[in-house]
């Protein structure tokens, strides 16, 4: 399945160094891919970096994704492409959850793709 191919990497810190010592190992591999979605927009800056220090052009060979949509977001070169999190949203629930003395349970909150820069189809097959 596709998803079987997706180089999936865990980093120790939620900053832009390790996010962009992950993307070196991603985008120096034999199959380096054409976007990389990350769990923060700390890590996405790194990305950022790592391609730039590559001579990749983003997003015309690379697609960078963050997560959280910080004010930063809006001014990196190119500006970030990410999704929002309400976060006063998930804090009134969690208070809602504490205080109620109840047992978590699975809840959906609404997220937004943030669409900017540095997103945009790929220019080749990830394979070639």
């Given at each position: 399945?596709?998803?079987?191919t997706l180089g999936i990497f865990q980093v120790a810190a939620n900053t832009p160094e390790a996010g962009a010592r992950a993307a070196r190992r991603l985008l120096t591999s034999p199959a380096p891919p054409t976007a990389i979605l990350t769990d923060?927009?700390?890590?996405?800056?790194?990305?950022?970096?790592?391609?730039?220090?590559?001579?990749?052009?983003?997003?015309?060979?690379?697609?960078?994704?963050?997560?959280?949509?910080?004010?930063?977001?809006?001014?990196?070169?190119?500006?970030?492409?990410?999704?929002?999190?309400?976060?006063?949203?998930?804090?009134?629930?969690?208070?809602?959850?504490?205080?109620?003395?109840?047992?978590?349970?699975?809840?959906?909150?609404?997220?937004?793709?943030?669409?900017?820069?540095?997103?945009?189809?790929?220019?080749?097959?990830?394979?070639?």
């Amino acid at each position: 399945s596709p998803a079987d191919t997706l180089g999936i990497f865990q980093v120790a810190a939620n900053t832009p160094e390790a996010g962009a010592r992950a993307a070196r190992r991603l985008l120096t591999s034999p199959a380096p891919p054409t976007a990389i979605l990350t769990d923060s927009d700390q890590l996405a800056f790194g990305v950022l970096q790592a391609a730039r220090e590559l001579d990749l052009e983003v997003p015309r060979q690379l697609s960078v994704v963050g997560a959280d949509d910080v004010p930063a977001a809006a001014h990196t070169t190119p500006a970030l492409t990410t999704v929002q999190q309400l976060f006063l949203a998930k804090g009134r629930h969690a208070a809602r959850l504490l205080t109620a003395g109840e047992t978590a349970a699975i809840t959906m909150l609404p997220i937004r793709l943030i669409e900017r820069a540095s997103t945009a189809p790929p220019d080749r097959h990830p394979l070639e």
